[in-house]
């Protein structure tokens, strides 16, 4: 960032008040005085830049948009400025290809431009030639892993899922000892599900690399294939990495097995780690299963979820739907989110400006704030009830998922989240319990006879919010149009 220069204001000090802001959610304290500075200062585009990023963080991206403007007028060479910008036009639901094509003007390298002047072509329905180009551009670059990456969840969504591997492919056939190609192709297809091509691809890498490359993906992938006993062979032979991600796939090889008891000490060294919201959801399970009453503690509490008519304090359902509907671009499911059969918007849907969105949101504030308040006292050791309650609500992802007939959720939880939910926009004919939301019944690759701790039926204009480490998924439903809104409310900093 550039700055102008002015006798009467600390510049350094505005900067680190600023970064301070961002880095501890206090954008709210901050913002009245870097605007101020900027006022006063006029001819700072760091002190525009800086109010910009603070508005954008609250979600008033009209007003962040405004002030990227004064920025990039005062320094247009500024590279974080253009790019800043360009992603919350993007954000903001406008059409953002210029402004990408601005900052790339002034870095035709930078990965970050490039991967976001794709996802606006996306947006404004450009993404089949987009994906094209970038899969040119990887052609000349191959060693870009992110790159890969990037295309790969793009031609997902443009349902290409014949050619969401094809760019990795081709670099490995330049690169074929590039070790970080080999374990991003791995990865891809493991968190897309994909486990038996994902084990191919690393005896594949292994034949070039040599040696027993990507052992503890190998072990991980291998449980995921049921292969019960070459897992446990695995097991034991690999060196268990410390991070707790590792662990979180030991307790499913385990629940998966029928070994739910051996998972106990596992869980039990993990418990108050950082990071431990990975294994919360599987601690509940081994709890249930094992007969250990704490699960009662952990999500027992009916207060833990809530039920709430909005219709009245939503802009008309249809109306919205509408709205909805434009939004949804893509031709397919993203590569590894729990939607089958249908598709996501792209981006975070409470950042975007159109008038009916913005009602949203704070219809739904005020619905979050009314569940936080109503929540058991607070405890420190437990995952939901032990964070703070004296922040603004904030929101860690937002969008809308189209579902059609056939269409639902795998069971799934949201890790970066405090609390989820499902608003319902519009709805199919009703037919027993088809469509209605489950909670806490486990994923059904771990085969654990496990019921759900509740069912709901869905109605339109209602919201449902639930711990975001609470099991969630959707029952499949015949025919018709399941349109919802979700999101997940951020922990709170």
């Not at 996802?119 to 790159?147: F, I, S, T, Y």
């Not at 496990?450 to 449902?464: E, K, S």
Request: aromatic share 6%; glycine share 8%; with cysteine.
């Amino acid at each position: 960032m550039t700055a102008g220069n002015s006798p009467t204001l600390d510049l350094v000090a505005l900067d680190e008040r600023a970064r301070q802001a961002l880095a501890n959610g206090e954008e709210e304290g901050a913002l009245p005085l870097l605007a101020a500075a900027a006022e006063r200062a006029r001819d700072s585009a760091r002190l525009w830049q800086w109010t910009a990023l603070l508005r954008r963080a609250l979600h008033r991206h009209t007003e962040a948009l405004a002030a990227f403007e004064r920025a990039a007028a005062l320094d247009p060479a500024d590279l974080s400025i253009a790019y800043g910008h360009a992603q919350t036009m993007m954000e903001a639901g406008g059409d953002a290809r210029a402004l990408f094509g601005r900052a790339l003007m002034l870095d035709q390298g930078n990965g970050d431009s490039i991967l976001g002047f794709a996802a606006a072509r996306l947006g404004a329905g450009d993404g089949v030639q987009a994906a094209d180009e970038l899969e040119a551009l990887l052609a000349r670059n191959p060693h870009w892993v992110p790159g890969h990456s990037g295309l790969a969840q793009l031609r997902g969504q443009l349902g290409q899922r014949d050619l969401v591997t094809r760019s990795f492919e081709t670099a490995l056939g330049v690169q074929p000892d590039n070790r970080q190609l080999w374990d991003a192709l791995i990865v891809l297809l493991f968190r897309a599900g994909r486990f038996a091509e994902a084990h191919e691809v690393l005896l594949r890498a292994r034949r070039v690399l040599g040696g027993h490359a990507f052992a503890a993906h190998e072990v991980l992938i291998l449980s995921e294939l049921g292969q019960a006993d070459a897992a446990d062979a695995r097991y034991a032979a690999v060196e268990a990495p410390s991070d707790l991600n590792y662990v979180v796939h030991r307790v499913r090889h385990l629940l998966r097995t029928g070994r739910a008891p051996e998972a106990v000490p596992l869980i039990e060294r993990c418990i108050g780690e950082p990071g431990a919201s990975l294994l919360w959801p599987y601690i509940a399970l081994v709890w249930r299963i094992t007969g250990d009453p704490r699960w009662e503690w952990l999500e027992g509490d009916a207060r833990l979820v809530s039920v709430t008519d909005l219709t009245d304090r939503l802009p008309p359902l249809d109306r919205l739907a509408e709205v909805l509907r434009e939004m949804h671009i893509t031709k397919d499911q993203p590569l590894d989110q729990s939607l089958r059969g249908g598709t996501q918007t792209y981006g975070i849907l409470f950042t975007r400006t159109e008038p009916e969105i913005v009602a949203l949101r704070a219809a739904i504030v005020e619905a979050v704030a009314a569940h936080i308040a109503q929540l058991p006292p607070p405890d420190p050791a437990h995952p939901i009830l032990g964070l703070r309650r004296d922040r603004p609500i904030r929101f860690s992802g937002g969008w809308s998922v189209r579902l059609m007939g056939g269409g639902h959720h795998v069971n799934h939880i949201h890790q970066l989240g405090w609390f989820s939910s499902a608003l319902y926009v519009a709805l199919p004919e009703a037919q027993g319990e088809q469509g209605w939301l489950t909670l806490g019944a486990p994923p059904a690759e771990l085969g654990l006879d496990l019921a759900p701790l509740r069912t709901i039926a869905p109605r339109p204009g209602q919201l449902v919010l639930f711990p975001s480490t609470l099991w969630h998924g959707t029952l499949p439903f015949d025919v018709g149009e399941r349109l919802t809104v979700a999101f997940d409310v951020a922990p709170p900093r």
